[in-house]
């Protein structure tokens, strides 16, 4: 595939049909925000309610769609076997670099807020209290809450990045094509994806990711102001624990700083060395819970959650809660519910997956389909389970035992694990409180910089139609810089939910994307069954005499 880029100036090696593009929309966006934000976040609110009530089953039943082509991907002894990349080629990294730099950049910051805070809420509320079946708050609403937060953070999530990390890496260093999105859709719609339908994907996967990523650092920089407030900076935080204006500009010029230093190094060196340095501090603030937290509590939680969860995954993964409208009904309060938790996560992935998913191929070159599989979406899953597990067991088993007597609860949701941990350590030490205070914040620190950078180097690498060499630094530069006005406008014109609004309408587009390239990437592992057997060669390194027509030479089928 003939992707236009230019041979020098500004633009030297990117392909403005796609970097132009998306850098007049986020800058519209951002200057929207900034300078009209009721009438920005009227709009975007009205686009948002559109979407819920229109586009929620979609949302619900595509997700269960990439669910179950993984599944068949890995099993599937054909294509399970298959290397992403050419047949002789090893791995790059190790597991343990490879395992860090995913759980990092696709779902570890998440982990810091919504570890604790998540089965707290759903402890309190969800479709089960609504319906009457169990009671919020209470001992016999513990295996729901668990329920439901494995079900946001567990192979729904991990799907919807590994379909596009698939797609990526199947085609790119099997076929040859460049890493970017529309190289996932060339058995669908071939050559045609040199020209406008391939620059509008790739202009749809740059706003998505800035939007997705976006979403992760306004939770992130919410809890970052939180943290510090906790170890002693003042003035970032108003009396009810929000961050305020100045809060939050000191912490995304950290943030972002740092991410756009760690950038300008390459994967292979900061965000490798970032990802190795938090997935310590996880395994050490993780042990903390385990073994001074709930333990049994947080065992019981684990596998009884887990057991329930895979019980009900299929019916949670095709259930859509139609409203009457009637205002205060069961079914309007269970459709409600819906867009708030299911709905806005299976957005939020979505929007994620173009970052997470060409990162994910770019870091795995060399495995096999179903170790892709196995590693991308059951470990990263089971790991997010064990946070659940021991973080929010041990906050529910505080406030439930009256030992808390609501100061966990009564936690703004970036503050819970801050004022879990203090509550926890300072009758012990106030230094020690202080301490572990202080590993939170580095551990949130790097994540959140792990997250940033890597997406400002994803959105590039789209932008120079999928090349992975260096990039040139006045555009690392002006990404890193977008991230954090998007971030800032939007939270200042209105707090996260602004961000979680104009996120859910951003990934609406790209999940059609999505869905395509899972039907494509189907096709295509098919159609090289048949050349297996016919003893035609599958990788690009084999097939340097196809014919101009674009057909394996030999035989009639298309070499797409």
Same mark, same amino acid.
């Given at each position: 595939m003939d992707i236009n880029t230019k041979d020098g100036g500004f633009y030297n090696g990117f392909s403005t049909a796609v970097a132009v593009p998306a850098k007049i929309i986020i800058s519209i966006l951002v200057v929207w925000a900034i300078f009209w934000p009721i009438q920005s976040g009227a709009v975007l609110n009205g686009f948002n309610a559109f979407i819920l009530q229109n586009f929620a089953a979609w949302y619900i039943w595509v997700v269960a769609f990439f669910i179950i082509v993984c599944f068949v991907l890995a099993v599937w002894p054909a294509a399970g076997r298959l290397n992403l990349g050419l047949d002789h080629e090893k791995p790059e990294f190790s597991n343990f670099s490879w395992f860090s730099m995913m759980f990092g950049a696709g779902i570890g910051v998440g982990m810091l807020t919504w570890a604790v805070a998540e089965p707290v809420s759903h402890f309190g509320s969800n479709p089960e209290t609504i319906m009457g079946l169990t009671t919020g708050g209470a001992a016999d609403n513990v295996r729901m809450a668990y329920k439901w937060s494995f079900l946001h953070w567990g192979f729904s999530a991990w799907a919807c990045y590994a379909i596009c990390g698939l797609s990526l890496a199947f085609f790119s260093y099997r076929r040859g094509l460049p890493l970017t999105i529309r190289s996932g859709l060339t058995p669908l719609f071939g050559q045609s994806l040199a020209g406008i339908l391939g620059h509008v994907i790739d202009v749809v996967a740059v706003v998505a990711t800035i939007l997705g990523v976006a979403q992760t650092l306004g939770f992130g920089v919410d809890q970052f102001v939180a943290g510090l407030s906790r170890i002693g900076i003042g003035g970032l935080a108003d009396a009810e624990g929000a961050a305020t204006t100045t809060g939050i500009i000191i912490a995304l010029t950290v943030i972002m700083g740092l991410s756009t230093l760690s950038a300008l190094s390459g994967v292979g060196k900061g965000i490798k060395w970032l990802s190795n340095i938090n997935m310590a501090l996880s395994i050490v603030l993780l042990g903390f819970f385990i073994i001074f937290g709930a333990t049994w509590f947080g065992f019981n939680a684990m596998f009884i959650g887990l057991w329930d969860y895979v019980l009900a995954l299929p019916e949670l993964s095709l259930t859509v809660f139609r409203s009457d409208g009637v205002e205060g009904s069961e079914s309007f309060l269970l459709a409600q519910w819906q867009g708030w938790w299911p709905v806005f996560y299976w957005a939020w992935w979505i929007a994620f997956a173009p970052f997470v998913g060409l990162f994910l191929a770019r870091i795995s070159r060399g495995r096999t389909i179903r170790e892709f599989v196995l590693g991308a979406l059951i470990v990263p899953a089971l790991m997010c389970f064990v946070w659940f597990a021991w973080a929010g067991g041990t906050a529910i088993d505080l406030e439930l035992n009256g030992a808390a007597n609501g100061v966990i609860f009564d936690a703004?949701?970036? #503050?819970? *694990? &801050?004022?879990?941990? @203090? &509550?926890?350590?300072?009758? *012990?030490? @106030?230094? !020690?409180?202080?301490?572990?205070?202080? !590993? $939170?914040?580095? /551990?949130?620190?790097? &994540? /959140?910089?792990?997250?940033? #950078?890597?997406?400002?180097? $994803?959105?590039?690498?789209?932008?120079? =139609?999928? #090349? @992975?060499?260096?990039?040139?630094?006045?555009? $690392? /530069? &002006?990404?890193?810089?977008? !991230?954090? !006005?998007?971030?800032?406008? /939007?939270?200042?014109?209105?707090?996260?939910?602004? *961000?979680?609004? =104009?996120?859910?309408?951003?990934?609406?587009?790209?999940?059609?994307?999505?869905?395509?390239m899972a039907i494509a990437l189907l096709k295509a592992i098919y159609n090289d069954t048949r050349r297996e057997k016919a003893g035609v060669p599958t990788t690009h390194d084999n097939i340097e005499g196809a014919t101009g027509n674009g057909l394996a030479p030999g035989l009639g089928v298309p070499a797409e």
């Open positions: 703004a949701n970036g #503050d819970k *694990i &801050f004022a879990m941990t @203090e &509550f926890m350590l300072s009758p *012990i030490s @106030e230094w !020690l409180a202080w301490g572990m205070a202080l !590993l $939170i914040v580095v /551990l949130l620190m790097t &994540f /959140l910089v792990t997250s940033a #950078d890597s997406a400002v180097l $994803i959105v590039n690498t789209i932008n120079a =139609a999928g #090349d @992975e060499g260096p990039k040139s630094r006045p555009h $690392i /530069l &002006f990404w890193g810089v977008a !991230l954090a !006005l998007v971030v800032a406008g /939007l939270l200042i014109s209105g707090g996260t939910t602004a *961000i979680q609004t =104009a996120m859910v309408i951003g990934a609406l587009p790209f999940s059609v994307v999505m869905a395509l």
